[in-house]
């Protein structure tokens, strides 16, 4: 899998969020990817990179023990 990173040439920003939704509507998914495109910065959607779900279960029910496990399924 080839990451892409904020460069020197060009700018991606990849949103890695299971559900691209926010409580601040600056970062709801279309209004941040209208942003980046203005800016001139692409946009794109890697759900894979973020945490798995069991990941973020874990962290919800406060079960530290279970992160040791890191975030690879």
Do not use: Q, W
């Not at 299971?18 to 759900?47: F, T």
């Amino acid at each position: 899998m080839r990451i892409i990173t904020v460069g020197y040439e060009s700018a991606t920003l990849a949103d890695i969020r299971a559900m691209s939704l926010s409580r601040r509507p600056s970062l709801s998914k279309n209004v941040l990817a209208g942003g980046s495109r203005e800016a001139g910065i692409d946009h794109v959607e890697r759900k894979t990179l973020g945490s798995p779900k069991t990941g973020r279960d874990t962290t919800r029910c406060g079960d530290h023990a279970m992160l040791d496990g890191g975030h690879a399924e």
